[in-house]
């Protein structure tokens, strides 16, 4: 762990005292690759908790191109909230109800 995600596992866990020290520390990381990014990232905030941010998943397509931002899950684990597409078709999970 770098210091800097150590800074994030810190922040991460006084914001969020119900996260488990493994899942800060996935999303610590996650938040310190993204500030090595050229360009920053702005994370939109849940609308379905409004506790959590919006942290964008890729994938890879049938042929194994990269598809970036298959998805976009809410950082609150309680919360659940996912936006997925497939094949041009936008779905949404909410509290794992599909809707």
Known sequence: MTN???ELFIAY??????ATADYAKAVAQALAFAEEEEE??????????NKG???PLSDYGPDGAAVL????SCSN?????TIRI???QVTYESNGGRK
């Open 4 to 6: 800097r995600e150590r």
């Open 13 to 18: 866990r006084k914001a969020h005292p119900w």
């Open 40 to 49: 920053v990232m702005d994370w939109t905030k849940c609308l379905a908790c």
């Open 53 to 55: 941010v919006l942290l």
């Open 69 to 72: 931002f298959k998805a976009w």
């Open 77 to 81: 684990k309680v919360c659940g909230f």
């Open 86 to 88: 497939d094949k041009g």
